[in-house]
Structures are given as C-alpha cells and as structure tokens.
C-alpha cells in the first residue's frame, strides 16, 4: 500500500492544480529558476562555514577543544568519547555522521555511548550551518540569542540523552 503513495499524492497536486487553474509545468520552471538562485546566493556562505570547519579539523584546534571539554563532559555524564562529537555536531553534519559511522565501528551499535550518540544525532541541528543559510537569505541582521540558545540545547539534548541512557 505505501508504494502507493507517492504517485497518489503527486496526482492529487496535479489534480488540485487542474482544478485551480495553475499552469504547472510553467510554476515547476519558475521554481527551479528560483531555486538556482537560492544555490547561487548561498553558495558563499556554505563554502565559508565548510573552509572554517575544515580548518578548526586540520589545525588541532578540535583537538584542543576536545581535550579541553572532555573533562567537562564527563562531570555532565557523557563519556569522553562522545566530545568532538558534540563540538562538531553544530558545524557540520556529514562531518559529524561520519564521526558517528566512528562511534558506531569502535564501541558497537548497542553500546551506552552508540545509544547517546543517537539520541544527540536526533535530537540536536547543525546550528551554525543552518543559521548560515536561513539568516543569509532573511532581513535578520540581529541574531541576538538565536545562535547561543540553540548551542545550549544542544548542549541540554546531550546532557539529557546520556542520563536517559543511563537510567534506562
């Protein structure tokens, strides 16, 4: 039944449309002329934050941060392991899936740390990047507390997920 789906409800849309009078074919061109655009005026911003994480990886700065917040993490409960993890989380989300993929390989699927990892995994954002993207194309010129406040439930997610863990 769910093959189903899909075509049934790209139908309903071309129905729905027929019924509005909505040229589709001309609103799809228009869409997508939009959306290179949008790739386009983006496109800076998206290379900016990949150039810094690259750097922040290849400097040992993440290595500094990690041995830094390590300790930090663990008083909060969640093992020393799980740090670049967090600190990258924000930045970069195919960095910290592969960072995952890592996790998951060395201390299994069904361990503590795998189980907190994955409720940060779908609990949290890539902050900075997704603020790249959304205030570059908005009139918000003042972040004010959008950027700190999403790092600080991040950072509760974390928290949270590994004395979930640890509970259960």
Request: charged share 10%.
């Amino acid at each position: 039944m769910s093959v189903y789906i899909i075509p049934v409800l790209i139908l309903g849309i071309f129905l729905y449309a027929f019924i509005r009078g909505v040229n589709t074919y001309k609103s799809f061109v228009k869409g997508a002329q939009d959306a290179i655009r949008l790739i386009i005026d983006i496109l800076p911003y998206i290379c900016t934050i990949l150039i810094a994480i690259q750097l922040i990886a290849m400097s040992g700065i993440l290595d500094l941060l990690v041995r830094g917040f390590g300790p930090v993490f663990e008083w909060f409960g969640i093992p020393r392991d799980l740090t670049a993890y967090i600190i990258l989380r924000p930045f970069s989300g195919s960095g910290s899936i592969a960072l995952f993929e890592q996790i998951v390989q060395t201390h299994g699927p069904d361990s503590n740390i795998t189980r907190i990892a994955s409720i940060i995994a779908g609990s949290s954002e890539t902050v900075f990047y997704i603020s790249v993207i959304y205030f570059s194309k908005t009139n918000i010129k003042k972040l004010g507390y959008a950027i700190p406040v999403a790092l600080f439930c991040t950072m509760l997610t974390a928290i949270l997920g590994a004395l979930i863990v640890q509970i259960i």
